[in-house]
């Protein structure tokens, strides 16, 4: 339930991004696009919420904010959109959550030990079985702050064998390793404890303290290893392109690219941080925390450690959490047909002559099926009514033809005279391309020019 809790949050973050990449738009295209995506990937959440029998709100607020903006779209008043406030998200009111909260305010109170309890009383209420690993993670942090250390860590190690699944691992030994650095500014700790310790170092992502002071990061983006700091601890760098199947085929194809010469900097892959970035490899938790006089338990720890997160490892796309190595595959054979240099008809036929291994339908399921991937990239241009589906057809048209349709005012008409205007080729073709594939042309003085 915990994964699918995860993927619906996710799935939030798409439709609040999207609308406000709507918002923030200048042009009717790069408004309609987003809000396309925003309103699949909603349909999406709705239905992973159906299925397992999850009452989420936020859905009928994601709803309405997606008309508000198609509304202004839709009349013209496109200036509207900055006013707008359409701050989203996934809730979901039971007696379990009203007591999580009743617990952070006893935190917030230092009354730690009664937190704890009211901790113990959501995991018990209606609806603990709604609530996410992260929340039942809770529980061992406030214990480690009302001094009753050995108490937090047997819940860890609770939590680590009830929780056995791959999304939950990781999650879980993150927190191990919090927990250990904790517990260590806070009283002497046992041998273990005391070797784990440099382990929670290496969760850069997670410890702000961990990064060299005042840097994030983005602003360690193109710098050598040895500016990231830490350097008993970072072994390379490796390139990690974000998930999507919006993302151009140049980044995609260099995921998983390390970069391990300490004195250079790293080589530009992506444009912006949306498609990408460098990431730390750093050592395993037996290599930095065990030593030759560990013993058998102290490594078995370590290594069962490691084992969770190099087979648990999964990371944000826009089907929600997955491994990368398993969604890369599907991402590549789709962009290297839309991004291929041939005729849209062409690369539609090839999208549906596509061979879907089994365990691609679920990603193709989460696209809307080729159908979906296809409108994606290659929409219809406009189809108003019969006849009239083409730039040079429309524009063709009188204003009193086009008046005359349905949810066609003086607003949107003129939308569609400069949208048929912007078209300078191709104007007799049903569908457009709505492909980026952001080829950039290095320039003699250094830099790089505007991607296409």
Request: hydrophobic fraction near 40%.
């Amino acid at each position: 339930m915990d994964s699918i809790l995860t993927c619906i949050q996710s799935q939030f973050r798409v439709i609040n991004e999207s609308i406000e990449i709507a918002r923030k738009s200048k042009n009717i295209d790069a408004q309609m696009s987003p809000i396309g995506v925003a309103r699949n990937t909603l349909k999406m959440a709705r239905e992973q919420a159906a299925q397992f029998s999850l009452e989420v709100d936020g859905f009928e607020q994601a709803e309405t904010a997606i008309n508000r903006i198609q509304q202004a779209l839709e009349s013209g008043t496109l200036e509207t959109l900055a006013t707008l406030e359409v701050p989203i998200d996934m809730s979901m009111s039971s007696p379990a959550r009203d007591l999580l909260m009743e617990a952070t305010a006893l935190k917030k109170e230092k009354k730690y030990v009664e937190a704890c309890e009211k901790l113990r009383e959501a995991y018990s209420a209606d609806g603990a079985e709604n609530l996410m690993i992260q929340e039942r993670l809770r529980l061992p942090m406030y214990l480690l702050l009302a001094g009753r250390n050995d108490e937090g860590w047997d819940e860890l190690n609770r939590l680590n064998a009830q929780y056995a699944d791959q999304f939950s691992q990781p999650i879980i030994a993150n927190q191990m390793r919090v927990f250990c650095k904790k517990e260590g500014k806070n009283r002497a700790a046992s041998p273990m404890l005391e070797r784990a310790k440099p382990v929670a170092e290496t969760n850069m992502l997670q410890d702000e303290n961990a990064w060299p002071v005042g840097k994030t990061v983005g602003e360690l983006q193109g710098k050598p290893i040895s500016a990231w700091g830490n350097d008993d601890i970072i072994t390379g760098l490796r390139f990690s392109a974000t998930m999507q199947l919006g993302k151009p085929l140049r980044v995609l194809r260099r995921h998983g690219e390390t970069h391990t010469i300490r004195s250079e900097a790293t080589p530009q892959i992506a444009q912006d941080g949306s498609e990408g970035g460098w990431m730390p490899i750093t050592k395993s938790f037996e290599e930095i925390a065990c030593s030759p006089d560990s013993t058998a338990d102290d490594i078995q720890f370590f290594k069962r450690l490691d084992a969770g997160l190099g087979q648990a490892h999964t990371v944000a796309s826009d089907v929600g959490p997955i491994r990368a190595d398993d969604y890369l595959p599907f991402l590549l054979a789709v962009r290297e047909i839309i991004e291929a240099h041939d005729s849209i008809e062409h690369r539609i036929e090839r999208l549906r002559g596509m061979q879907i291994p089994a365990d691609w339908q679920v990603f193709l399921s989460r696209h809307l099926g080729i159908d979906g991937i296809i409108e994606r990239f290659f929409p219809c241009f406009m189809n108003l009514a019969p006849g009239l589906n083409t730039p040079n057809r429309i524009a063709a048209a009188s204003d009193e033809t086009l008046l005359a349709i349905k949810g066609i005012g003086p607003g949107k008409l003129k939308i569609i005279r400069e949208r048929c205007a912007s078209v300078t080729v191709n104007r007799d073709a049903e569908r457009v391309e709505n492909v980026a594939r952001q080829y950039c042309r290095r320039m003699q003085s250094g830099g790089f020019a505007v991607c296409k």
